[in-house]
């Protein structure tokens, strides 16, 4: 089988790729689309991604979905069923897990992730062995392409959980790319009663609207109309200037939840304000049990695909990332997982 490889900072292959032997309680799955996310985008142009460098060559991509081609484990769905893939293998046994909080397990494993050595292999890959337990059967009257934006709108989902009740609140979303526009679409969901999002990009702002906004702004104009003040803010940019305006245009009393991953190293930021104005600084990482949230979510909102902009073909991956990281010209690219020619990209 073929997969997308990342070999090193800018080294992107399509090659060739070993099966893994399904163990006990394993699946595969015949994958259709994968999304590229923006930590895809990170380990292509620098290599890592925050605090997790790549060491070894490591198959890339988390947002997967496919048909079922063989579960011998007893359990989880049938061959031949749609799925969409839970990224997340959790050890069950840390303290964060025993929580209730296996998103920030201390040992978990993560399709397409550098953080622990040997490297989790991804889901750029056409057939996937996977625990059959993070398998998730399609809800009925979702397809798969549109299933592929399930991993970053669960991403969204726990972003504005974390903000608390937004009900009826304003909320500001810095950061129109694709996780921002699923935060504005799970804060309409969660029945925020406005929702104004900033960006440098028109195209990411109109993204935006599409996805629910009530008022967007131009991060970069002097002249822009922000909102005096918000209720709550999600950062999804991941920049320091995002950060920055969450805490100057939250209320006293506010919540800022920090999403996008910010620069490794140190980031200044503007803490005073915590103080004086009593804000809410929190942190959200992965998601738990949103993943089937989202899954509702996007079989009841079909107008969320049009977040899809782009769908290439594996043997195009390189074509593919290139676009992706082309805010100008795309908002979410997957790219499709079927028979290819065998070259690098």
Same mark, same amino acid.
């Given at each position: 089988?073929?997969?997308?490889?990342?070999?090193?900072?800018?080294?992107?292959?399509v090659t060739g790729?070993?099966?893994?032997?399904?163990?006990?309680?394993?699946?595969?799955?015949?994958?259709?689309?994968?999304?590229?996310?923006?930590?895809?985008?990170?380990?292509?142009?620098?290599?890592?991604?925050?605090?997790?460098?790549?060491?070894?060559?490591?198959?890339?991509?988390?947002?997967?979905?496919?048909?079922?081609?063989?579960?011998?484990?007893?359990?989880?769905?049938?061959?031949?069923?749609?799925?969409?893939?839970?990224?997340?293998?959790?050890?069950?046994?840390?303290?964060?897990?025993?929580?209730?909080?296996?998103?920030?397990?201390?040992?978990?494993?993560?399709?397409?992730?550098?953080?622990?050595?040997?490297?989790?292999?991804?889901?750029?890959?056409?057939?996937?062995?996977?625990?059959?337990?993070?398998?998730?059967?399609?809800?009925?009257?979702?397809? /798969?392409? #549109? &299933? +592929? $934006? @399930?991993?970053?709108?669960?991403?969204?989902?726990? *972003?504005?959980? %974390? =903000?608390? !009740?937004?009900?009826?609140r304003h909320v500001?979303?810095?950061?129109?790319?694709?996780?921002?526009?699923?935060?504005?679409?799970?804060?309409?969901?969660?029945?925020?009663?406005?929702?104004?999002?900033?960006? /440098?990009? #028109? &195209? +990411? $702002? @109109?993204?935006?609207?599409?996805?629910?906004?009530? *008022?967007?702004? %131009? =991060?970069? !104009?002097?002249?822009?109309?922000?909102?005096?003040?918000?209720?709550?803010?999600?950062?999804?940019?991941?920049?320091?200037?995002?950060?920055?305006?969450?805490?100057?245009?939250?209320?006293?009393?506010?919540?800022?939840?920090?999403?996008?991953?910010?620069?490794?190293?140190?980031?200044?930021?503007?803490?005073?304000?915590?103080?004086?104005?009593?804000?809410?600084?929190r942190g959200a990482?992965?998601?738990?049990?949103?993943?089937?949230?989202?899954?509702?979510?996007?079989?009841?909102?079909?107008?969320?695909?049009?977040?899809?902009?782009?769908?290439?073909?594996?043997?195009?991956?390189?074509?593919?990332?290139?676009?992706?990281?082309?805010?100008?010209?795309?908002?979410?690219?997957?790219?499709?997982?079927?028979?290819?020619?065998?070259?690098?990209?």
């Amino acid at each position: 089988m073929r997969a997308c490889v990342i070999h090193g900072r800018g080294d992107l292959r399509v090659t060739g790729w070993r099966t893994p032997t399904p163990g006990p309680g394993d699946a595969v799955v015949e994958v259709a689309y994968g999304g590229i996310c923006g930590s895809d985008l990170h380990y292509w142009k620098h290599g890592g991604v925050g605090d997790f460098t790549l060491r070894e060559p490591m198959v890339l991509g988390h947002e997967v979905v496919g048909t079922v081609l063989a579960n011998d484990s007893g359990a989880g769905p049938a061959p031949g069923t749609p799925v969409a893939v839970h990224p997340a293998t959790p050890c069950g046994a840390c303290p964060e897990c025993r929580a209730g909080r296996a998103n920030i397990c201390r040992d978990t494993r993560y399709l397409g992730s550098a953080a622990r050595l040997p490297h989790v292999q991804g889901g750029f890959v056409q057939h996937l062995v996977v625990p059959a337990a993070q398998l998730r059967a399609l809800p009925d009257g979702l397809e /798969l392409r #549109p &299933a +592929a $934006l @399930a991993e970053p709108l669960a991403v969204a989902l726990h *972003a504005v959980r %974390r =903000a608390g !009740d937004v009900a009826g609140r304003h909320v500001l979303v810095t950061g129109a790319g694709p996780i921002g526009c699923l935060v504005v679409a799970a804060a309409r969901a969660a029945g925020a009663g406005a929702v104004t999002v900033s960006d /440098l990009l #028109p &195209a +990411a $702002l @109109a993204s935006a609207t599409t996805a629910g906004a009530t *008022a967007t702004v %131009r =991060a970069d !104009d002097p002249s822009a109309a922000w909102p005096a003040e918000v209720d709550v803010a999600v950062e999804a940019s991941g920049s320091p200037a995002g950060l920055e305006t969450c805490l100057r245009r939250v209320r006293r009393g506010g919540t800022v939840v920090q999403l996008g991953m910010l620069p490794p190293g140190s980031v200044p930021f503007a803490g005073n304000l915590l103080v004086s104005r009593e804000i809410d600084l929190r942190g959200a990482f992965r998601f738990d049990d949103e993943f089937d949230d989202a899954l509702r979510l996007l079989a009841a909102t079909p107008a969320l695909e049009a977040l899809i902009t782009d769908v290439l073909p594996l043997d195009r991956a390189g074509d593919a990332f290139r676009l992706a990281a082309d805010r100008t010209r795309s908002c979410k690219v997957l790219l499709e997982l079927g028979s290819v020619r065998l070259r690098a990209s």
